[in-house]
């Protein structure tokens, strides 16, 4: 019997909280991660050492690491006391290093798939050097992803700074499909980010495969302030097309001490599941409490998201 294919769109938060839910099921997964990350650790290797953006890549790497918590500490270590090392961890020198050895992503990501024993593949987006490009309401453009994501004006929409090209084992992964899938994450710095090269887009839009959304729990300022699920569907589809089959959202309340930090702090809301919005839609809506709360964070419960996704695949999904 073979496995299902299942292909994620994705950033670095969202998309690797999501992947150690799926990957306890039997399905083949392939990640396909941004590469324009400017901030931090990444930012500052990307400037010294020309390279793109390796901080997501890593990240989503040992969210689907088969090793044990020592080798995880390892990898997340930053050097926080070195001037020298400055503050980066070991997973992104590593892979830094990876690609200075080996020459592009292609030949250096299975070198660190080996020493992590990956469950599935993790595709860059591209191997060109780019950045995100925000423009504003007013025509302001907001030069990468940092900037755009701590804009305070209202971003319209993104692109980037320069033509790329997609990676060709991306546009197979698509191919060979059996369920697309775009993490929950940012709209406009993690999921927009994929959906920008024409190509690709087609890609996904004539993929047999169906399209589903996994949405975010809360609303991010000045980005989605008052979004609803549906709203972030209709984002989502600005860039995509009206192509989504089928969103997992949660229905359960969040009213505890830390919802109320989150709002009163930092001006984040619960994203409300309204169903008489999805009506005279296509969009099949699976509801549920999806969110557990960990190391003081909300974040989506990966067990229960992994595996409402492999029951759709297994019950909906007919190839």
């Known amino acids: ?5 299942i292909v994620i769109f994705g950033g670095g938060s969202g998309l690797s909280q999501l992947l150690k839910g799926i990957k306890l099921f039997p399905v083949e997964i392939t990640a396909v991660v941004t590469v324009a ?7 500052r290797l990307r400037r010294e050492m020309h390279i793109p953006a390796v901080g997501d890549i890593s990240k989503v790497m040992l969210s689907m690491a088969n090793v044990d918590d ?15 090392l400055g503050n980066h961890s070991v997973k992104n020198l590593l892979l830094t290093a990876l690609l200075d050895l080996k020459g592009n992503f292609d030949n250096a990501l299975p070198v ?11 595709l860059p987006l591209t191997e060109d050097n780019i950045n995100l490009v925000g423009v504003t309401k007013d025509g302001t453009e907001l030069y990468g992803e940092e900037q755009v994501s701590k804009s305070a004006k209202v971003v319209d929409y993104v692109t980037y700074d320069k033509e790329f090209v997609v990676n060709p084992k991306v546009m197979q992964a698509v191919d060979d499909a059996d369920l697309i899938i775009f993490s929950s994450g940012s709209l406009l710095t993690s999921i927009a980010p994929h959906l920008i090269d024409k190509s690709l887009v087609k890609k996904i839009n004539e993929a047999t495969a ?11 300022p000045g980005e989605t302030d008052d979004f609803t699920v549906k709203d972030h569907v209709d984002f989502l589809e600005k860039y995509l097309g009206h192509n ?7 229905n359960a309340i ?4 830390l919802a109320k930090k989150y709002a009163n702090e930092e001006q984040k809301d619960p ?13 099949k809506v699976i509801a549920d409490k999806l969110f557990t709360i960990e190391d003081g964070y909300y974040r989506h419960d990966s067990l229960k998201t992994g595996y409402l996704i492999f029951s759709y695949l297994m019950d909906v999904v007919e190839k």
């Open 1 to 5: 019997m073979f496995m299902k294919k």
């Open 37 to 43: 990350d400017n901030g931090a650790s990444t930012g």
């Open 70 to 84: 020592d080798v995880i500490d390892l990898m997340n270590y930053r050097f926080v006391k070195s001037k020298t």
């Open 112 to 122: 660190l798939g080996n020493i992590l024993d990956l469950k599935g593949t993790v």
């Open 210 to 220: 169906d399209k589903m959304y996994i949405c975010n729990l809360f609303t991010q």
């Open 244 to 250: 989504i089959d089928v969103v997992i959202a949660n």
């Open 254 to 257: 969040m009213s505890s001490k």
């Open 271 to 283: 994203v409300l599941l309204n169903q008489e919005e999805f009506k005279g839609t296509n969009i």
